[in-house]
């Protein structure tokens, strides 16, 4: 008959399985960074339990420590804001300079943050449709697709809703009558 220690051993051995496929699965940064440091710590647990206090430790330390740290560094080093732009009207681009009241809304956006505004209109990326912006997003390292809805004449800032800087942009939006901002929720793609 097993031992408290096996069993308990099992658990965490199951509780690694699970963990594993939440890591993989999940959308959320914040989320997944969390669930790594955590599997570190059940990890690290299975290293003490078969009597490897020395490599627990390093697990430990490494693990859940550094790695999560490297992490949220990187993600908080966001230093590019990419836009694509597919109203191409006056909206960014005025007198063929960057004058337009989205620029400006952009760029005040941008500078309190310190991001680079990086404003692209590419005609293949602007001929996506719709319904497929969402993938554009999540595929590319567009953060956000500038359109106008030609019914209200309203111009929709559209972006992953994973992104924080979106949440932040939506705050920031609620000043301006003719500027909507919409997230995407996250996805998975199975084509």
């Given at each position: 008959?097993?031992?408290?220690?096996?069993?308990?051993?099992?658990?965490?051995?199951?509780?690694?399985?699970?963990?594993a496929i939440a890591i993989v699965t999940h959308k959320n940064t914040g989320t997944?960074?969390?669930?790594?440091?955590?599997?570190?710590?059940?990890?690290?647990?299975?290293?003490?339990?078969?009597k490897?206090?020395?490599v627990a430790i390093a697990e430990v330390a490494i693990g859940s420590a550094i790695i999560?740290?490297?992490?949220v560094?990187?993600?908080?080093?966001?230093?590019?804001?990419?836009?694509?732009?597919?109203?191409?009207?006056?909206?960014?681009?005025?007198?063929?300079?960057?004058?337009?009241?989205?620029?400006?809304f952009l760029k005040r956006f941008t500078d309190f943050y310190h991001l680079e505004l990086n404003i692209s209109n590419d005609v293949r990326l602007?001929?996506?449709?719709?319904?497929?912006?969402?993938?554009?997003?999540?595929e590319t390292n567009v953060d956000l697709i500038v359109s106008k809805d030609e019914e209200t004449g309203k111009y929709l800032l559209k972006g992953k809703e994973s992104n924080?800087?979106?949440?932040?942009l939506k705050q920031m939006a609620r000043d301006y009558d003719?500027?909507?901002?919409?997230?995407?929720?996250d996805r998975d793609f199975g084509d």
């Open positions: 008959m097993p031992d408290m220690l096996e069993i308990t051993a099992y658990a965490l051995q199951v509780l690694l399985i699970i963990m997944i960074i969390v669930l790594i440091a955590v599997f570190s710590l059940v990890t690290a647990s299975l290293y003490v339990i078969n490897a206090p020395d999560p740290l490297i992490y560094i990187s993600i908080s080093r966001q230093r590019e804001f990419i836009v694509l732009d597919k109203a191409m009207d006056d909206f960014i681009i005025s007198d063929d300079a960057f004058t337009g009241v989205g620029y400006i602007c001929s996506v449709g719709r319904g497929r912006e969402q993938k554009l997003c999540e924080i800087l979106m949440h932040k003719a500027i909507e901002v919409i997230t995407f929720k």
